[in-house]
């Protein structure tokens, strides 16, 4: 039997503006996995096996339909393992116990992360984990495209057509990887990543967005969405790609600015747009019968592999962090 001791920070003790000290015996850890898109079970088996390892209690919500249910349960976590799930000052306020939450996978724009700090605490990803699985998921998207939504007339091969990645991080590496066994051309924009980093992977680089959408035939998004890349995809930049141009996003629909798209599309009717996010201007999509597609509930880390990493992954870091403070996945 152990004690883990926290000491929470002065701007979390709101009536008394002095930090607190908590010691809890580590059997009443309580590790909360709220993942209204569950994983695979046996990835909860994975994430189970880590948690109970430590001596930790695993409480698992899935699937829940009401805001109220993350509240009641994240009364009395310790820790939290989510997905795309909704983390804001509401759900924080809620979490008197809480000392770290990890979002099983890349993005974390799901997180109000100046709200973490503000109440103690450390949010990380796990970053890399389900990449492969968004990345084979874009590929698929890109070979149900040229082949015209498999209605039956002839299409076209992606061997020989150019790839532009918009962002070369762990999705488009492995976007680049899997394109070139299909015998792509490909090339990347990232202005984050050094050219080294794309030449050594056979990719050639680019230096603008411009330059990416004017030389690809399809381009796959991989940006997260900042505040910097909110509704950067626009009309001038897609209007710049070639004749029979493709966009893929497995990335975030906040990065589009949506009534350009829908503009775009009704102007060239040699235009697709395929995604794994549905667009909020869904509806109005759908007019382009054949030119667009977006799958019912984003799929691209949906896969055992993908959950297995991501979710196991999340509770090491988990298991890391409170057992020698490691917080090397941080980032709030
Ligand atoms: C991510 O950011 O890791 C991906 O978008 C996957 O999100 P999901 O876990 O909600 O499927």
Same mark, same amino acid.
């Given at each position: 039997?152990?004690?883990?001791?926290?000491?929470?920070?002065?701007?979390?003790?709101?009536?008394?503006?002095?930090?607190?000290?908590?010691?809890?015996?580590?059997?009443?850890?309580?590790?909360?996995?709220?993942?209204?898109?569950?994983?695979?079970?046996?990835?909860?088996?994975?994430?189970?096996?880590?948690?109970?390892?430590?001596?930790?209690?695993?409480?698992?919500?899935?699937?829940?339909?009401?805001?109220?249910?993350?509240?009641?349960?994240?009364?009395?976590?310790?820790?939290?393992?989510?997905?795309?799930?909704?983390?804001?000052?509401?759900?924080?306020?809620?979490?008197?116990?809480?000392?770290?939450?990890?979002?099983?996978?890349?993005?974390?724009?799901?997180?109000?992360?100046?709200?973490?700090?503000?109440?103690?605490? &450390?949010?990380?990803?796990?970053?890399?984990?389900?990449?492969?699985?968004?990345?084979?998921?874009?590929?698929?998207?890109?070979?149900?495209?040229?082949?015209?939504?498999?209605?039956?007339?002839?299409?076209?091969?992606?061997?020989?057509?150019?790839?532009?990645?918009?962002?070369?991080?762990? &999705?488009?590496?492995?976007?680049?990887?899997?394109?070139?066994?299909?015998?792509?051309?490909?090339?990347?924009?990232?202005?984050?990543?050094?050219?080294?980093?794309?030449?050594?992977?056979?990719?050639?680089?680019?230096?603008?967005?411009?330059?990416?959408?004017?030389?690809?035939?399809?381009?796959?998004?991989?940006?997260?969405?900042?505040?910097?890349?909110?509704?950067?995809?626009?009309?001038?930049?897609?209007?710049?790609?070639?004749?029979?141009?493709?966009?893929?996003?497995?990335?975030?629909?906040?990065?589009?600015?949506?009534?350009?798209?829908?503009?775009?599309?009704?102007?060239?009717?040699?235009?697709?747009?395929?995604?794994?996010?549905?667009?909020?201007?869904?509806?109005?999509?759908?007019?382009?019968?054949?030119?667009?597609?977006?799958?019912?509930?984003?799929?691209?880390?949906?896969?055992?592999?993908?959950?297995?990493?991501?979710?196991?992954?999340?509770?090491?870091?988990?298991?890391?962090?409170?057992?020698?403070?490691?917080?090397?996945?941080?980032?709030?």
């Amino acid at each position: 039997m152990g004690y883990y001791t926290y000491r929470t920070p002065d701007s979390y003790n709101k009536t008394t503006p002095k930090s607190v000290f908590y010691t809890t015996l580590v059997e009443n850890m309580k590790i909360l996995v709220a993942t209204e898109k569950p994983f695979a079970a046996v990835a909860v088996e994975g994430i189970r096996k880590e948690i109970e390892a430590a001596g930790y209690q695993l409480r698992l919500l899935e699937k829940y339909t009401d805001k109220k249910q993350l509240l009641d349960a994240i009364a009395d976590a310790d820790a939290l393992i989510i997905r795309s799930d909704v983390i804001d000052n509401e759900v924080f306020e809620a979490a008197k116990r809480l000392k770290i939450v990890v979002r099983a996978g890349a993005g974390y724009d799901n997180i109000d992360l100046p709200s973490a700090t503000a109440h103690g605490v &450390v949010a990380m990803n796990t970053p890399g984990q389900n990449s492969n699985a968004v990345a084979e998921l874009a590929l698929g998207l890109m070979v149900f495209a040229v082949r015209n939504f498999y209605n039956g007339k002839s299409g076209s091969e992606l061997k020989g057509k150019t790839l532009g990645i918009h962002a070369f991080g762990n &999705v488009g590496r492995n976007v680049a990887r899997i394109a070139q066994g299909f015998g792509m051309n490909v090339i990347a924009y990232d202005a984050y990543c050094p050219d080294e980093a794309m030449i050594a992977a056979n990719v050639q680089p680019v230096h603008s967005a411009e330059e990416l959408y004017q030389k690809s035939n399809i381009v796959s998004l991989h940006i997260p969405a900042t505040a910097e890349t909110k509704e950067s995809i626009n009309f001038k930049l897609l209007n710049q790609m070639p004749q029979g141009a493709i966009l893929v996003n497995t990335a975030r629909k906040e990065v589009i600015n949506e009534p350009e798209l829908v503009k775009l599309m009704r102007e060239r009717d040699d235009f697709k747009y395929l995604t794994d996010i549905m667009p909020a201007a869904d509806e109005q999509l759908k007019q382009f019968e054949g030119r667009y597609f977006s799958t019912p509930k984003k799929m691209g880390a949906q896969t055992a592999e993908a959950n297995i990493n991501a979710g196991i992954a999340a509770a090491k870091q988990i298991v890391d962090f409170f057992t020698t403070g490691n917080t090397r996945f941080k980032v709030n």
